[in-house]
């Protein structure tokens, strides 16, 4: 069933005991001034960024609740997914999040959604719907329990073939 969608803030801050996070994009957010930065364009202090991360994603685990992120990548990596991997340590690792990488040609036999999504403790999804050039489009939220299995299932599939992201090496 469709749902309103509430914000990521309310989403995590309700959460007891899981959310999960499959990232499946080469490429996100093309305007993102830390992106931007990274590309060499003008400085980008990623400070309060990552202070107000820390403190969602921070209070979330410091409550008992695992955070975990899969990242579906093509070999050889895109520039955005470059920023991504240069910024995971300090942004999602110190955070309190796992995060682990997976080549797509690793993917090719798993059945996995057609976007983006996160899923709250094994109950809700809520989908992240972009545009072709990675910009930020409409959220979705859904409860049906045959959406969330296969949500479920694609990351555990992911997770269990990833590398860790400090074992991970950029190609």
Not at 94 to 104: F, I, K, S, T, Y
């Amino acid at each position: 069933m469709h749902r309103p969608v509430p914000t990521f803030d309310e989403l995590i801050a309700a959460t007891t005991e899981s959310a999960v996070h499959l990232e499946m994009r080469d490429a996100y957010v093309p305007s993102d001034p830390s992106y931007l930065a990274f590309l060499g364009g003008p400085p980008f202090d990623r400070t309060r960024r990552e202070a107000a991360w820390h403190v969602v994603i921070g209070g979330a685990v410091a409550r008992g609740v695992t955070v975990r992120r899969a990242r579906i990548v093509s070999e050889p990596v895109t520039p955005y997914i470059r920023f991504e991997h240069s910024v995971t340590e300090s942004m999602n690792l110190a955070a309190g999040e796992q995060v682990r990488w997976l080549p797509r040609n690793q993917a090719s036999d798993l059945c996995l959604p057609g976007n983006d999504c996160w899923v709250f403790d094994g109950r809700l999804v809520r989908f992240n719907h972009f545009a072709g050039d990675g910009s930020s489009g409409a959220k979705e939220m859904r409860d049906e329990p045959t959406v969330v299995q296969l949500c479920v299932r694609a990351f555990e599939a992911v997770w269990e073939r990833a590398v860790d992201h400090r074992e991970y090496k950029l190609v």
